[in-house]
């Protein structure tokens, strides 16, 4: 098969090939530049990725130019800031990593951007602008910046403003904190635009992007005896178009929706999904495998779509007692439990994205594999970010994995797969066939043949 995705409009099968790859090729990478997220904005114009060291990168893709037709839609460094630095916690002596979990943008009101960031305990609000212009001319400054005497000053000047190279500037403009005693995993800006969410293990708040002093709990699952935690919340998101709903999934496979008009702390759930257990295939990993690691509800606000170790499951909202799909994502893992406990891999987290029209999926695998989903045909394919094959517009084989027996010509044994090169984070472009995928310190981008 030729490639997977459904496409936005168009809905036939989808030919994938290499766009382009940022980062060093290093054979040691620095722990700092391993990216920890990625997200397109609102237009699909910009693309941030957080990483390790506390860094964001924004980078802009290029307008249409008839003279270079090649760089059509290629993303270039925009803006460069530290968005979190280090820190301590003197109370619990422990230390606060910079390592940006997620990024979330604003929808755009004018011409500067905003997104939030957030590590482990700190949400930041921060402002993207240009300038191009500057004043000059000012009454009480010299050009050169020094204030002047004001017993010299004899006339008045109107200050002139003067064409200067762009600069973009990052600023941080809110600074949300101390509202959460655990790791925060999830933040996710909700319809109304004004308030957003953010949760850790045990809690998810409710936060006007006004106010940073106060936050509303609106979810506690914390019991009042710690030895009797059974669960924990791994993820939660807001719908895309209703902005009283959300929804938050834990380590027991589970996700709850909540409807925040029926009261304010929503310890009881509107709506509650989970699939039955198939007690012949229990094992001792059961439990660890089927930790949610991840949701996203379809841009039509119909479906969602839960990430967990082994498979990608699509639920409709209006049945909870099983998902309409269910896609395994790297299946020949099975029989290797064991020894991804033993390497902590079984503890790995990945994400999954909805391609643009919602009628494909895609998510990440181990040896720096990612999985795609046609919905509609439910065919699927797997392909691979590497260096190897990236020469421009060159399109993506297929790649096969052989859980045992004789291996074909192409296929890779599963004995050989690199657990260390995992796509753990992955984006797609909110309206093209663009897809953003974080390979360790590189960020490799792949686009439809068409375009």
């Known amino acids: 098969m030729a490639g997977a995705g459904g496409g936005c409009p168009g809905g036939h099968d989808l030919q994938w090939c290499f766009s382009q790859v940022k980062g060093a090729i290093d054979e040691d990478v620095a722990e700092a530049d391993i990216i920890s997220?990625?997200?397109?904005?609102?237009?699909?114009?910009?693309?941030?990725?957080?990483?390790k060291g506390g860094r964001v990168v924004i980078f802009q893709r290029e307008?249409?130019?008839?003279?270079?037709?090649?760089?059509?839609?290629?993303?270039?460094?925009?803006?460069?800031?530290?968005?979190?630095?280090?820190?301590?916690?003197?109370?619990?002596?422990?230390?606060?990593e910079e390592k940006i979990n997620k990024i979330r943008w604003l929808p755009q009101q004018n011409a500067a951007h905003f997104l939030l960031s957030?590590?482990?305990?700190?949400?930041?609000?921060?402002?993207i602008s240009e300038r191009d212009k500057r004043a000059e001319g000012y009454n009480l400054k010299d050009e050169d910046g020094r204030l002047r005497d004001p017993f010299r000053i004899t006339a008045l000047r109107v200050p002139v403003l003067k064409p200067m190279d762009l600069m973009v500037e990052a600023s941080p403009r809110r600074v949300f904190a101390n509202a959460h005693t655990y790791h925060i995993n999830s933040i996710s800006v909700n319809s109304d635009h004004e308030t957003y969410l953010s949760a850790d293990d045990l809690r998810v708040n409710l936060w006007h992007l006004e106010v940073t002093h106060k936050s509303f709990n609106i979810v506690d699952i914390k019991p009042a005896n710690m030895e009797e935690l059974t669960e924990v919340i791994t993820a939660a998101e807001c719908h895309p178009h209703q902005c009283n709903v959300f929804v938050y999934s834990s380590s027991k496979g589970t996700v709850r929706l909540?409807?925040?008009?029926?009261?304010?702390?929503?310890?009881?759930?509107?709506k509650f999904f989970e699939e039955p257990e198939d007690p012949s295939s229990r094992s001792f990993f059961s439990?660890?495998?089927?930790?949610?690691?991840?949701?996203?509800?379809?841009?039509?606000?119909?479906?969602?779509?839960?990430?967990?170790?082994?498979?990608?499951k699509v639920w409709d909202l209006h049945m909870e007692r099983r998902p309409v799909e269910t896609h395994q994502v790297h299946e020949y893992l099975r029989g290797k439990l064991c020894s991804l406990y033993e390497n902590d891999c079984i503890f790995d987290k990945?994400?999954?994205?909805?391609?643009?029209?919602?009628?494909?999926?895609?998510?990440?695998?181990?040896?720096?594999f990612f999985r795609m989903?046609?919905?509609?045909?439910?065919?699927d394919v797997t392909l691979e970010a590497s260096r190897e094959n990236s020469k421009p517009r060159a399109s993506l084989k297929p790649r096969r994995v052989c859980a045992g027996g004789k291996r074909k010509k192409d296929e890779i044994s599963v004995d050989s797969l690199d657990f260390n090169r995992k796509i753990l984070h992955s984006a797609w472009h909110p309206t093209d066939n663009v897809i953003a995928v974080a390979a360790t310190n590189n960020l490799y981008i792949f686009q439809d043949k068409v375009n």
Not at 37 to 51: P, Q, R, W
Not at 118 to 127: E, G, R
Not at 287 to 312: A, C, N, P, Q, W
Not at 351 to 368: F, H, L, R, V
């Open 258 to 270: 909540c409807d925040m008009r029926s009261a304010a702390l929503c310890d009881q759930h509107a």
């Open 287 to 312: 439990e660890i495998i089927s930790s949610i690691s991840d949701v996203k509800f379809s841009h039509s606000g119909r479906y969602m779509m839960t990430r967990d170790y082994l498979s990608v």
């Open 63 to 96: 307008p249409e130019n008839k003279a270079r037709p090649q760089a059509r839609g290629e993303y270039n460094v925009y803006s460069t800031f530290q968005s979190h630095e280090p820190e301590f916690d003197y109370l619990k002596s422990l230390e606060i």
């Open 37 to 51: 997220t990625v997200e397109f904005n609102y237009s699909g114009d910009l693309l941030a990725t957080g990483d």
């Open 373 to 379: 989903f046609d919905r509609s045909t439910r065919r």
């Open 350 to 368: 990945f994400e999954c994205c909805w391609g643009c029209a919602d009628s494909a999926i895609m998510t990440g695998s181990y040896n720096n």
């Open 118 to 127: 957030t590590n482990d305990k700190t949400i930041k609000l921060w402002k």
